[in-house]
T-cell receptor, first 113, second 117 residues
Framework: DQQVKQNSPSLSVQEGRISILNCDYT??????FLWYKKYPAEGPTFLIS?????DKNEDGRFTVFLNKSAKHLSLHIVPSQPGDSAVYFC????????????FGQGTRLTINP | GAVVSQHPSRVICKSGTSVKIECRSL??????MFWYRQFPKQSLMLMAT?????????EQGVEKDKFLINHASLTLSTLTVTSAHPEDSSFYIC?????????????FGPGTRLLVL
């Protein structure tokens, strides 16, 4: 049972344009969502998070949007840079319950010059 | 801030031997740490939750006698793969929660690549 889904295994975007990565979840108990960036053979790097009481959180070039009714979140990167090429994982947590992170399958983002 | 280290970064061992992996939070205290494994082109799968001063909580299907976890201090958790076999070859990653962070974000170590021959 995949509670967190990233349906696009890969995404290719031109440098300078906007990258939009999507994530869907099924567990309505999730109340905290995170995005991580991962390079091969390295641990994930925390990017940005959002609590379920918000619908938007912004940090520099990164913005996360949360649509609770649709159980959907997205990560916007603008402008996209070559160094953004990596695998992006969304994760969700039920902080009042098990407090474990449940990860999506990841989306490989490639920024083309 | 929020730096997590792992040691070793890579280990090759013979089948039947035991391997210990260390996870340290360098600039914060972490009552709770987590151990994950990642197979090629797959997501991170939680193996166990490590709590300082108490027994680890293992996920379903993870053998606690094979993957021994010790969380002896607020900055160190160790994972020992006992009697390792080739199927245990994987990328093992730990994460830690900063005790001061009310949001409970997990910060990850760089990972340990284990190859069992």
């Amino acid at each position: 049972d995949q509670q967190v889904k990233q349906n696009s295994p890969s995404l290719s975007v031109q440098e300078g344009r906007i990258s939009i990565l999507n994530c869907d979840y099924t567990n309505s108990m999730f109340d905290y969502f995170l995005w991580y960036k991962k390079y091969p053979a390295e641990g994930p790097t925390f990017l940005i998070s959002i609590s379920s009481i918000k619908d938007k959180n912004e940090d520099g070039r990164f913005t996360v949007f949360l649509n609770k009714s649709a159980k959907h979140l997205s990560l916007h990167i603008v402008p996209s840079q070559p160094g953004d090429s990596a695998v992006y994982f969304c994760a969700a947590s039920d902080r009042r319950g098990a407090q474990k992170l449940v990860f999506g399958q990841g989306t490989r983002l490639t920024i083309n010059p | 801030g929020a730096v997590v280290s792992q040691h070793p970064s890579r280990v090759i061992c013979k089948s039947g031997t035991s391997v210990k992996i260390e996870c340290r939070s360098l600039d914060f205290q972490a009552t709770t740490m987590f151990w994950y494994r990642q197979f090629p082109k797959q997501s991170l799968m939680l193996m166990a939750t490590s709590n300082e001063g108490s027994k680890a909580t293992y996920e379903q299907g993870v053998e606690k006698d094979k993957f021994l976890i010790n969380h002896a201090s607020l900055t160190l958790s160790t994972l020992t793969v006992t009697s390792a076999h080739p199927e245990d070859s994987s990328f093992y990653i730990c994460s830690a929660r900063d005790d001061r962070d009310y949001q409970e974000t997990q910060y990850f170590g760089p990972g340990t690549r284990l190859l069992v021959l």
